[in-house]
């Protein structure tokens, strides 16, 4: 079969597979019988699609064929063990329509299930990428470096705790759906800074998971558009996303917001956010991705990071320290504070915060007393940020701006 | 419908309490099993003795073996459990949630197997 073709199906099971496996885990109440349906369906599209075209309704195409598939084989099966499983068949296949058009809702019900919060939250992020996101266990393995039989043990545990513990599938009531839809947007912005953390112009697969986190942000946003938070996170991470291209440099070393080249930002994607936020403001319900993404849209104002409104940027810290108060955002806060009020003012402000693992509080003190002109307290500073982080392209930064110090 | 084991699990007894807390406690114990048992959904539960009146039987080279219990050497055993009937593992939380109020300890909730088909 030509590349191109295999491309085509390839495409289709991106965009088709997640909407294929909520709609056969609607009909069938089983995540691995909808699972290797659907994976039967795309076998079966290889070998048909090349003979007979590609079909006008490639989605539908799937889910009856996997309806089918998933028929013939609990019949068969059960004629060896399972009675109940027969049952589930008959009764399925004596509904009068096959479902051709997936049920919008379905989506929607699997991730609440995909993100219960009895199960555990790396799990959480698996399920989705796996089930909602259709990829695959060895991409989401490479994607979280871990290796692929841990990635496998989990998810197998998570679908286990699903089937015995009784997880539902549905939309919680209107009563839970503020902290059931918080741990919705916390998985998918989780899989968002995966990808973004340590896109550092080495590691291709993960700038795919911020791909894949933006495709469920907007999937959220469609399918709950009276929610404004899940449209303050899809704006948060339009509006961080614009900024990749100028975030690294060619050599995959980092940049700080404030040295970047903005010409770089995308401006479309910039709009789009800001209209999201602005969208937002009118509905005036908000809520802490809300405010991180007013945030990022007043940067994205500015052509220059001179005209940066930090007194705007300050408003808006507090707002979110008013709402969800943590030492990070208190530390970001700092940032602001020493913008609008001088850096003195923001070291004492740090000085109140207990984060000594966090390499970035280092950091952050640093810079501040080498804009005091502290050098040597500066310096140690630095080393204390180094000896914390992580990732080579953070260190890299911090190497540079200590060395800069020092000269 | 799922049955669930809810287990308190506290490592408080009884007369470690004061007696406004411990009178408080039977009677937010009593009316949520009254209100299980009002909506059809009380297979069993009780209280138990502490764990330190717990034996363990075991088998070893075929012998029987008993031993001063409790098996777990862990400080938080199980004081008392409920087994519920829910229709989903949402419903079984909710009703833990009154539990784990009631009895002021934390409360695990665990599915019970599928009977075998008979």
Redesign the interface.
Known sequence: MPGSELAVIDRVFRDEAGKAIATLIRLFGDIDVAEEAVQDAFMVATEKWPEIGLPPNPGGWIVTTARNRAIDRLRRESTRE???AQAVALHIGAEPVPVEEPVSDDRLRLIFTCC?P?LEPAAQVALTLRLLGGLQTPEIARAFLVPEPTMAQRLVRAKRKIK?????YRV?RDA?LPTRLGSVLTVVYLIYNEGYAASSGVELVRSDLCAEAIRLARLLRDLMPDEPEAIGLLALLLLTESRRAARTTNEGALVLLGDQDRTLWDRDLIEEGQALVRACLRRNRPGTFQIQAAIAAVHGDARRSEDTDWGQILQLYDQLMARAPSPVVALNRAVAVAEVDGAARALDLLADLDLPRYHLFHATRAELLRRMGRVEAADAAYGDAIALVTNPAERRLLEERRDANRS | MTQYLLSVFDDRTPDQLPAETLEKLYADVDAFNNEVMAAGAWVFGGGLHPADTASVVSVRDDETLVTDGPYAETKEQIGGFWILEAPDLDAALEWAAKATRACQAPVEVRPFQDEPPA
């Open positions: 399972d009675r109940h219960h009895a015995a513990a009784n997880i539902s919680p839970d």
